[in-house]
């Protein structure tokens, strides 16, 4: 069975960081896309950010364009999500997830595994 698990979400203070990550098993995702979405309390789940099969392309989410940063160590079969002057606005369940294609893509559909999901909640 393919299983995506993440870890270290938290609770931190606004403009705190966090790095999140992704170890995926059951199978390899070094030739496909990778991304990271999140949910925060009566929304919609949202993209993140994406990253392809090499990790030389990212994509962001406008929120958080500048101050979080996607990224991939295929030798480790690992997901990143490094998560810089966070705001109480970040607030979500964040989840990682696998495509099916090696592009990125910040479409939910292209996405077939999905984790549990790991808490990160910012006071102010």
């Known amino acids: 069975q393919v299983e995506l698990v993440e870890s270290g979400g938290g609770l931190v203070q606004a403009g705190d960081s966090l790095r999140l990550s992704c170890a995926p098993s059951g199978r390899t995702f070094s030739e496909y896309a990778m991304g990271w979405f999140r949910q925060a309390p009566g929304k919609e789940r949202e993209f993140v950010a994406g990253i392809n099969w090499s990790g030389g392309f990212r994509r962001y989410a406008d929120s958080v364009q500048g101050r979080f940063t996607i990224s991939r160590d295929n030798a480790k079969s690992t997901v990143y999500l490094q998560m810089n002057s966070l705001k109480p606005e970040d607030t979500a369940v964040y989840y990682c997830?696998?495509?099916?294609?090696?592009?990125?893509?910040?479409?939910?559909?292209?996405?077939?595994?999905w984790g549990r999901g790991t808490q990160v909640t910012v006071s102010s």
């Open positions: 997830a696998g495509a099916t294609s090696g592009g990125v893509t910040v479409r939910e559909r292209d996405y077939t595994y």
